[in-house]
């Protein structure tokens, strides 16, 4: 990632989620990645590092509970990662990753949104939303 | 070869020495890239760098619809390539690059540093992405194209320093709701019958018309008409080859947009930002983040 995406990618994330108080760290080899916990209602908590791949930004980011789930747990990829992209995208379509428009800080929402789906999908054994894809 | 005798029934339109000049790198050397290499070299661009993925072979699938043919089943689609256009051209310079660019991406700026026009001619986003990338950071001019389903048309776009990005079109074409591709007629991929397409399924003629479009847009570049000229006002033609209801309203019908840059994106756009005010911003964030992860 170069110097100036990396500043924009900051002043993203802070705008939005500073209240989650998102802290960006980098790894042995210097990969970046955020790290941040999601909260829902009754005190549950979901912690979650937001991954920037070697290609990113024309790689979307990889989410990645920090968490075990429970075995069966849909819409999860092996390495705990949060599934939320449709594999079709490897074509221009509506609502694909845009690099020239997203940042990690769309991540965040996105795995909040997973994490009431999962919750509902709790006690329910259902999957509220249908668009994320079974894995 | 006599150069004089090769470039006779052209020199009137296109002076060879202006294009001997010329370097231009084709990235993906399938259908639609072969074809705009081709071209490339009749119009008598001096060096042509001919980048595919590793390991790609001619396959007989692929012959249908490739300018090569049997004589070539097997061989790497880019060494190939190199003596076809020979065979028009012998004194055009070809270097074939055998490379992930996805992956490489150093490798793929030094080329693309060292180029007048790069060609787009892969059928995936991620390197699309990539290849945009790198030419808008080198300031390079890059030419795209994709075939729409079907074959039923494609659209070719001319990314030019300080003009609207791939990302910026891309962005605007999918999200302002004036173009949405999924229009187009879903077509069944009969050559993977089990499985999920894997290729667009389009006749030859189909990618030829949309290549030779990419083809004439990079022409256009090389002779330097940039968007005050009046024969290509704007950065991006639609072409439709058949009618396709609420996108081309006739076989053939086209039209050329000049999408706008978005000054917000990420990709060109400066962020408000100088260089050094961006350089001292990042220091400090990283600075930042490797204190926190140890
Ligand atoms: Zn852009």
């Not at chain 1, 989410?63 to 990829?77: C, F, Q, R, W």
């Not at chain 2, 029934?9 to 020495?17: F, G």
């Amino acid at each position: 990632m170069d110097s100036k995406r990396l500043v924009l990618e900051h002043a993203a994330m802070m705008e939005r989620w500073s209240a989650l108080e998102p802290r960006l760290r980098s790894d042995a080899s210097g990969q970046l990645h955020w790290e941040l916990t999601l909260h829902a209602e009754g005190g549950n908590r979901l912690p979650i590092k937001i991954v920037y791949p070697s290609g990113y930004p024309s790689d979307a980011p990889d989410i990645v509970a920090l968490t075990s789930l429970p075995s069966g747990t849909p819409h999860l990829l092996p390495g705990n990662r949060i599934c939320w992209r449709h594999p079709s995208e490897s074509k221009r379509n509506r609502n694909i990753w845009c690099p020239s428009k997203d940042t990690a800080a769309l991540c965040v929402g996105v795995a909040q949104r997973w994490f009431y789906a999962f919750l509902v999908w709790l006690s329910t054994s259902k999957w509220p939303v249908p668009d994320a894809v079974s894995n | 070869m006599n150069r004089d005798e090769l470039f006779k029934r052209t020199r009137a339109i296109l002076k060879p020495e202006v294009a001997q000049q010329q370097v231009w790198a084709i990235i993906g050397v399938g259908s639609g890239g072969a074809r705009v290499a081709e071209e490339a070299a009749r119009f008598g661009v001096g060096t042509i760098i001919l980048i595919d993925r590793p390991d790609e072979c001619l396959e007989e699938h692929n012959i249908i619809r490739h300018v090569l043919g049997y004589k070539d089943l097997g061989r790497p689609k880019g060494e190939a390539l190199r003596d076809h256009i020979l065979n028009s051209n012998p004194g055009c310079e070809i270097e074939v690059i055998s490379m992930d660019v996805v992956k490489d991406r150093d490798r793929l700026a030094t080329i693309i540093r060292r180029c007048t026009q790069v060609h787009c001619c892969v059928d995936n986003e991620p390197a699309k992405n990539v290849i945009n990338e790198e030419a808008v950071a080198a300031g390079v001019t890059l030419v795209f194209a994709g075939v729409f389903d079907g074959g039923c048309g494609g659209e070719v776009g001319r990314v030019v320093d300080g003009g609207a990005c791939y990302a910026c079109m891309a962005a605007f074409l999918n999200r302002s709701g004036r173009f949405d591709e999924s229009q187009a007629p879903q077509t069944f991929d009969y050559t993977n019958p089990d499985g999920i397409e894997n290729s667009t399924a389009a006749l030859n003629l189909d990618i030829a018309q949309i290549a030779l479009i990419q083809a004439r847009v990079g022409l256009l570049t090389m002779l330097g008409r940039h968007d005050s000229a009046p024969d290509f006002k704007g950065n991006y033609v639609l072409f439709g080859n058949r009618r396709v209801e609420g996108l081309f309203p006739r076989m053939l019908s086209s039209d050329i947009w000049e999408i706008p840059r978005d000054p917000c994106c990420l990709i060109c756009g400066a962020g408000g930002m100088t260089e050094a005010q961006i350089n001292a911003a990042a220091e400090d964030i990283l600075a930042k983040a490797v204190c926190s992860g140890n």
